[in-house]
């Protein structure tokens, strides 16, 4: 009998303990709307906000709704994606978007402005790191934001490859 009270509450302890409890903030994020493939918009003799050679993010906070707002420039994806997706995830105090295409239906690639919405952050000092699925060997989006001191801000790296420098020419 006490070996199967044993069991039971060890049981009952091991069911009940909280593996985040040091980490108790839960965030979430989404793409926000379809961007169109800026390829596409080329042909409308639009000028570029930002070059093609760099891929960048700008962010926002809006403390009362605790939504940090990521627009990634230059945010390279299949030609022809079902659709845009991404995946959010607070490992300490570094902030992880995973941005993927749900399908790659094409054989290119191509540059979108991609707006993603995270809930639930607040306040707080981050690196925030961006994982894009066509970027190879180059320079990785991770950087650090204060959004309690500065909630606005962006930051940018350079790239030399396909679908970047004007449709894959490589810059100097």
């Known amino acids: 009998m006490r070996t199967m009270f044993s069991i039971l ?22 793409v926000v709307g379809n961007p169109p493939c800026k390829n596409a918009l080329k042909s409308e003799n639009l000028p570029p906000t930002v070059s093609d050679t760099l891929s960048c ?4 906070y809006n403390a009362d709704r605790e939504t940090l707002t990521l627009t990634h420039i230059n945010a390279s ?11 959010v995830e607070l490992l300490g105090n ?17 540059l979108y402005d991609l707006t993603i919405d995270i809930v639930g952050v607040r306040a707080n000092s ?23 001191k500065e909630p606005a801000g ?3 790296v350079e790239r030399n490859y396909y679908p970047w420098a004007e449709s894959g020419k490589t810059i100097e």
């Open 9 to 30: 509450l060890f049981f009952f302890l091991a069911v009940s303990c909280d593996k985040n409890q040091g980490n108790s903030t839960q965030i979430s994020g989404h």
């Open 57 to 60: 993010i700008e962010y926002s």
């Open 77 to 87: 994806f299949n030609c022809c994606p079902d659709s845009l997706l991404c995946s």
């Open 94 to 110: 570094t902030i992880v978007v995973d941005e993927f295409n749900k399908t790659a239906s094409c054989r290119c690639n191509c």
């Open 126 to 148: 981050y690196k925030l790191k961006i994982v894009e699925p066509y970027i190879e060997d180059q320079e990785e989006l991770v950087f650090n934001i204060d959004i309690a």
């Open 154 to 156: 962006s930051f940018c």
